[in-house]
C-alpha cells in the first residue's frame, strides 16, 4: 500500500525534480516513479497529491499529468493481464470525477483526457454509472462544475464523430443518450435562458457561452453517427437556440487575447455551422424546414465579416461556406439559389473577396514555407477562406456551371487585365489562376492529379496563354508567387497539359530548383517528380529518353538543394532525386559515384536524429534505386564502390542501434548482395554472425528484410553457408513460425534452407520441423499459414519425392498424412506465380510419382489431389502490366519508431527452387500424367471418370495440349 504521508511526500519530491532543469536529476526521478508505478496504490497516491495545496501548483499538474499518462499506458489490460489491480482500478473510478470537478481547469483537463481513455475500455460494461453521476452535477448551479463535465464528456463522445459505426458502438451510444441527451437538452434551454438573464454582466456571459459551446461540441459528437430519434422530437428547440446564437453580435469583449485566434463567439459560430452542415449533408429530409432559414443566417453573416482580415475569422468564414456548398450541390435546394441576383451576390460579396491571397499568406510564403507548402499542395488547406471559397464555387457548378463560369468569367479577365496594366497588381493574377483552377477541376486523386476537367474551359489553352509566361522570364526569383502558381498549375493540370508542352517546360523547372523561395524550388521538384511518375496504359509516360538530356543538372540542382539549410530534409526534393534515378535509369550510371556520395552523405546526417519518416523513406528508396540502376547486372566494379561508401554508414546504424533505420539497411545490404556474383566477399561473411542474434529477431519490422537477406546469403555462398549455423537458423525458423505475424517469414527462410541443404541432412531436423508445423497448424490456424504450410510440402515433395515426404509425416503419427494433405487441400489459391509452380509440381509428384497415393494407402486422397492440381492450373493471375510500376505508397502513418516499410525499388521477384522446370502448369501436370499411366496402365483414366465434369473437360484440354488423347 502507498498511501501514507512518507510516501506522499516521496512521490511530491520526485514530482517536483521531474521539472528541474538538471537532466540527471529529470532522469532520476522519472526513473524512480516508474520503479514504482507497479505498486498497488500509485494511481490513488497521485491523485491525493493533485489536492494537497502545500504543494506548488506545478508540481501538482505534474501529478495530474503523470495520472493521466499512467492511466494511458496502463489501464488497457496487455495480453489479458491486468496491470492495475482491481481495487485501485475501482478507487479511481469512484472518486475521479468529483476529484476532476474540485481542480483547476487546467488539471482538470488531464483528468478528463484519463476518464476519456478509462472509458474508451470501461464505458459501459464495466462503468454504468459514470453518466448518471455525471448529468446530477447539471444542478449544482456552478459553472466550474458543469463545465468540467462538459469537458470531460466531450473527449469521451469525440470518438463517435470518425469511429467506423458498429452494432457494438451504436450499443455505446444508445446508452449515452437514454442518459445524456434529455439532461443536455435541459441544460441547454436553462443556459440559454441565463444568457438572457445575465446579459449585461461581461464575466457572466463569457463563461456562459463556454458551455454553450461545448454543449454545442456533444452535440454535433452525438448526431454524427446517425440522427438520435429524442433530438429529431427536439429538433425545434435546438435549432432555434442555433438560430439565436448565430445572430449574437462578435463583441469585442469576449475575444481572444490572441487578436489573431478565434474567441469564444467565433468558435461557438463555427460548431453551429459544422452541425448544420452536418445536418444538411445527412439528414436533409428531416431538416429540410430549417435550411433556408440556417442559409439565410448564414449567408448574411458571411457579407457582415468577409471583409475582415483578422485570422480570428478564418474558420468561421471556411465553415460557413461549407454550409453552403453542402445545400448548393443539391437538386432539391436549387430554388434556393435561383431567386434574383442570388448567384451574383454569393459570387461577388461572399465568393470573390476569399479567393485572394491575404497578408498572412504572403507571411507564411516568405518565413513559413514549410506550412505554406503544407496548405497549398498537400490539402491541410482546409480551414482557410480560399479552400472554403473553392469548394463553394466547385458546388455551386454542379448544378449552375454555366452560369456560374459566365460569372466569375467576367471576373477572371478583369483581374487579367488589372494585373497586366499594373505590375504591382500580380495577386490580381494569382486569384484568376486560383479561380480558373477551383473551376475547372472536376475529378481529381493524390496520386493522378486532375482526372477530369470542365468543358466549358480549357486548360490547356490557358496554360499557354496566361501562366507559363510567368515562368519564362530571366530572373527565376522575380515574382516567386506567380511563379510557384505556374509550376502548380502544371501539376495539377498534368494530364491534360499536351506531354510536348511538359517536355518545353522541364528545362525551366530544373532552374527553378535553384529559386531562392523554397517554395518555388519544391514545387519544381514536386511537379518533376509527378510528371515523372505519370502513368497512360499501363506505360510511364516520361522515359529514359524524355529524362537523359537534362538528368546531369537536374541531379546537380536536386543535389545542391538537399545541401541547403532550408531543404536539408525537404521529402518533396528526396522524392524527386528518387523519381529522377528511376525515370533516368541507365542514363546516371555516368553519375554514380557523385548519387552514392550524396545520398551518404545525407544519410549520415539524418542518421543522427531521425525525425522525419517521409523523407527517411525516400531517402532509402533512392539509394535503392540507384542500386538497382547502377548495380544490378553492372560491374563488380561499381558494386564495389557503393559497397565501400555504404558500409561504414550502415555499420554506424547497425552498431548505434537506429532501429527505425535497421529494416531499411537489411533491405539494401539483400539488394547488393544479390547483385555480386557469388561468392559473397569477407565484408558480408563478417556481418553474418551479428545478422543471427537473437535480439535483432525481437523486433517484427525486421524479420521480412533479414529472411530476404539470409536467403541471399544462401543463394551466393550454397550448403558452405549452413555449416555451423543451420541449428541458429533452424531456431529462428521456430521463433517466426510461432506467431501469425511473422510465419510467412517463417517458411520463406525454411525454404531457402531446404533449396540446398541435402536430403541426408535435412531429414535428421525434418521430423522437428514438421512437428513445429503441426503444433501451430492445431494451435493457431490461419488462412495464410495453411497456404505457407501446402507451398513448403510440395516443395518438400519436389525436391526430394512424395514417398520421402509421407514417410516422414507418418513417422510423427501413424496414417496422418491424410489428415494433413486434407486441411491444407481446403483452399489452393496459393498467391505468386512461384508458389503456384511449386505446388503444381509438389501435388502432381503425388498423383504420378508416388506409390502411396497412387496404389498405396492413400490412394483414396487421389481425386481431390487431382482437383487440387487442376484448381492451381486454372487460378490464373491478372495479367501483369506491360511495364513494372514503381507506385511509391506515402507512408504517412510511418511515425517515429521501427516499423517495416518495404522499398519499391529493392523489390525482387520471388526465387524459383525449379529454375529448370518450364513455367507451364498445365502442360507439365499433362505430360507427368501421361508418363505415370505408362508406369500404372489403367489406374487414372477410371478415376478421372469419376471426377466432376468440368474437371474432367480440363484434363482432356491439358492432355490435348501436349499430344495425348488418352492415358494408358
Given amino acids: 500500500k502507498m498511501a501514507d504521508a512518507q510516501t506522499l511526500a516521496s512521490v511530491g519530491h520526485y514530482l517536483a525534480q521531474t521539472l528541474s532543469l538538471d537532466r540527471a536529476a529529470r532522469k532520476e526521478a522519472e526513473a524512480y516513479l516508474g520503479s514504482i508505478e507497479g505498486n498497488a496504490g500509485y494511481a490513488q497516491v497521485l491523485m491525493m497529491a493533485m489536492e494537497q495545496q502545500a504543494m506548488e501548483a506545478s508540481v501538482r499538474q505534474a501529478a495530474a499529468i503523470a495520472f493521466k499518462n499512467f492511466v494511458k499506458r496502463k489501464w488497457d489490460s496487455e495480453n489479458g493481464i491486468s496491470q492495475i489491480t482491481d481495487a485501485d482500478r475501482a478507487a479511481i473510478k469512484t472518486h475521479i470525477v468529483d476529484l476532476m470537478l474540485r481542480l ?46 462538459l469537458r470531460t464528456a466531450n473527449p469521451l463522445f469525440k470518438r463517435y464523430r470518425y469511429e467506423e459505426r458498429s452494432d457494438q458502438l451504436w450499443t455505446e451510444i444508445k446508452i449515452v443518450l437514454e442518459q445524456f441527451a434529455a439532461p443536455l437538452t435541459d441544460l441547454l434551454k436553462a443556459t440559454l435562458q441565463l444568457l438572457q438573464t445575465h446579459a449585461s454582466n461581461t464575466a457572466n456571459v463569457s463563461i456562459i457561452l463556454d458551455s454553450l459551446l461545448l454543449i454545442a461540441k ?24 442555433f438560430h439565436m446564437l448565430l445572430t449574437l453580435p462578435f463583441n469585442p469583449a469576449f475575444a481572444n487575447a490572441d487578436e489573431d485566434k478565434p474567441g469564444v463567439v467565433e468558435e461557438l459560430k463555427t460548431q453551429i455551422c459544422e452541425i448544420v452542415a452536418l445536418y444538411a449533408e445527412k439528414y436533409d429530409e428531416e431538416f429540410a424546414s430549417y435550411l433556408p432559414g440556417f442559409v439565410n443566417d448564414i449567408m448574411t453573416m458571411l457579407i457582415t465579416i468577409v471583409q475582415e482580415s483578422s485570422s480570428k475569422y478564418d474558420q468561421l468564414i471556411s465553415m460557413g461556406m461549407t454550409f453552403l456548398a453542402s445545400v448548393a450541390k443539391r437538386e432539391h435546394y436549387k430554388t434556393l439559389f435561383q431567386t434574383p441576383d442570388f448567384l451574383t451576390t454569393i459570387a461577388q460579396q461572399v465568393i470573390a473577396p476569399n479567393v485572394f491571397l491575404r497578408p498572412s499568406d504572403d507571411e507564411m510564403f516568405a518565413d513559413d514555407p514549410e506550412e505554406f507548402i503544407r496548405r497549398d499542395i498537400e490539402g491541410s488547406d482546409f480551414d482557410t477562406r480560399r479552400r472554403g471559397a473553392s469548394d463553394l464555387m466547385r458546388a455551386l457548378c454542379e448544378l449552375f456551371e454555366t452560369d456560374v463560369i459566365a460569372l466569375f468569367g467576367q471576373f477572371i479577365t478583369q483581374l487579367l487585365g488589372e494585373s497586366a496594366a499594373n505590375a504591382a497588381s500580380w495577386k490580381h493574377k494569382d486569384a484568376a489562376i486560383f479561380l480558373v483552377s477551383s473551376l475547372a477541376v472536376r ?55 499536351p506531354k510536348d ?38 506505360h510511364s509516360v516520361f522515359v529514359e529518353v524524355d529524362v537523359a538530356p537534362v538528368v546531369g543538372p537536374l541531379l546537380t540542382n536536386l543535389f545542391g538543394q538537399l545541401s541547403s539549410d532550408k531543404n536539408g530534409e525537404n521529402e518533396y526534393i528526396m522524392k524527386c532525386i528518387m523519381r529522377t534515378i528511376a525515370t533516368a535509369k541507365t542514363s546516371v550510371q555516368p553519375f554514380a559515384a557523385v548519387m552514392v556520395t550524396q545520398l551518404n552523405h545525407k544519410l549520415v546526417q539524418v542518421a543522427k536524429n531521425p525525425s522525419r519518416p517521409q523523407f527517411n523513406h525516400y531517402l532509402f528508396e533512392a539509394i535503392s534505386c540507384a542500386i538497382r540502376n547502377s548495380c544490378q547486372g553492372g560491374s563488380a566494379e561499381v558494386i564495389a564502390e557503393f559497397e565501400g561508401t555504404l558500409f561504414p554508414t550502415f555499420q ?16 539494401l545490404l539483400a539488394q547488393l548482395l544479390e547483385a555480386r556474383a557469388a561468392p559473397a566477399p569477407d565484408a558480408y561473411t563478417q556481418l553474418l554472425p551479428f545478422l543471427l542474434a537473437p535480439v535483432l529477431w525481437q523486433s517484427n519490422a525486421n524479420s521480412q528484410p533479414l529472411v530476404r537477406l539470409l536467403r541471399a546469403y544462401i543463394a551466393k555462398q550454397g550448403l558452405g553457408l549452413l555449416e555451423g549455423r543451420l541449428e541458429g537458423m533452424l531456431g529462428i525458423f521456430q521463433k517466426l513460425i510461432a506467431s501469425k505475424l511473422t510465419d510467412a517469414d517463417g517458411f520463406a527462410l525454411l525454404q531457402g534452407i531446404c533449396d540446398v541443404l541435402p536430403l541426408a541432412r535435412l531429414e535428421q531436423y525434418l521430423g522437428t520441423i514438421l512437428t513445429l508445423l503441426f503444433q501451430r497448424l492445431q494451435r493457431l490456424k490461419t488462412l495464410r499459414f495453411v497456404k505457407g504450410f501446402l507451398v513448403f510440402l510440395c516443395l518438400l515433395i519436389g525436391k526430394h519425392g ?8 507418418d513417422r510423427i503419427q501413424a496414417n496422418i498424412f491424410s489428415m494433413l494433405l486434407g486441411r491444407l487441400l481446403e483452399d489452393v489459391h496459393v498467391p505468386g506465380a512461384v508458389s503456384k509452380k511449386v505446388c503444381t509440381i509438389g501435388l502432381t509428384a503425388l498423383l504420378a510419382d508416388t506409390k502411396e497415393t497412387i496404389i498405396g494407402q492413400y490412394s483414396a486422397l487421389w481425386p481431390s489431389i487431382c482437383k487440387a492440381v487442376v484448381t492451381v492450373c486454372e487460378d490464373v493471375a491478372p495479367a501483369a502490366e506491360a511495364e513494372e510500376d514503381f507506385t511509391v505508397p506515402e507512408p504517412d502513418e510511418m511515425g517515429f519508431k521501427a516499423s517495416y516499410a518495404k522499398l ?65
Fill in 104 to 149: 483547476p481547469e487546467s488539471m482538470q483537463k488531464q483528468l478528463s483526457d484519463a476518464i476519456a481513455i478509462i472509458g474508451k475500455y470501461d464505458f459501459p460494461g464495466k462503468w454504468m454509472d459514470l453518466f448518471p453521476y455525471m448529468v446530477t452535477k447539471f444542478q449544482s448551479g456552478q459553472f466550474h462544475v458543469i463545465n468540467g463535465v
Fill in 218 to 241: 456533444l452535440f454535433f459528437s452525438l448526431n454524427s453517427q446517425d440522427l438520435p430519434e429524442y433530438f429529431e422530437d427536439h429538433m425545434a428547440e435546438w435549432m432555434s437556440a
Fill in 443 to 497: 475529378g481529381s486523386t493524390k496520386e493522378q492529379g486532375t482526372t477530369k476537367t470542365s468543358a466549358l474551359i480549357n486548360v490547356a489553352d490557358f496554360f499557354n496563354s496566361q501562366v507559363i509566361v510567368d515562368l519564362q522570364g530571366p530572373n527565376i526569383n522575380e515574382k516567386p508567387v506567380l511563379r510557384a502558381d505556374a509550376i502548380k498549375y502544371a501539376m495539377t493540370f498534368r494530364n491534360q497539359i
Fill in 501 to 538: 508542352v511538359l517536355l518545353a517546360l522541364l528545362p525551366q523547372l530544373v532552374t527553378h530548383l535553384t529559386a531562392t523561395s523554397q517554395v518555388v524550388s519544391t514545387y519544381a521538384a514536386a511537379c518533376m517528380e509527378r510528371m515523372f511518375a505519370m502513368r497512360q496504359g499501363g
Fill in 652 to 667: 554506424i546504424i547497425l552498431q548505434g542501434d537506429i532501429l527505425e533505420f535497421q529494416p531499411y539497411v537489411f533491405q
Fill in 802 to 809: 512424395g514417398s520421402v515426404v509421407v514417410a516422414a509425416i
Fill in 904 to 968: 519499391v525499388f529493392a523489390g525482387s521477384a520471388e526465387a524459383d527452387p525449379f529454375p529448370a522446370v518450364d513455367s507451364n502448369c498445365r502442360a507439365y501436370f499433362a505430360k507427368h500424367l501421361v508418363h505415370a499411366s505408362s508406369i500404372y496402365p489403367g489406374q487414372f483414366g477410371p478415376r478421372i471418370a469419376t471426377l466432376d465434369p468440368a474437371l474432367q473437360a480440363h484434363i482432356q484440354q491439358y492432355l490435348l495440349s501436349v499430344g495425348a488423347s488418352t492415358l494408358a
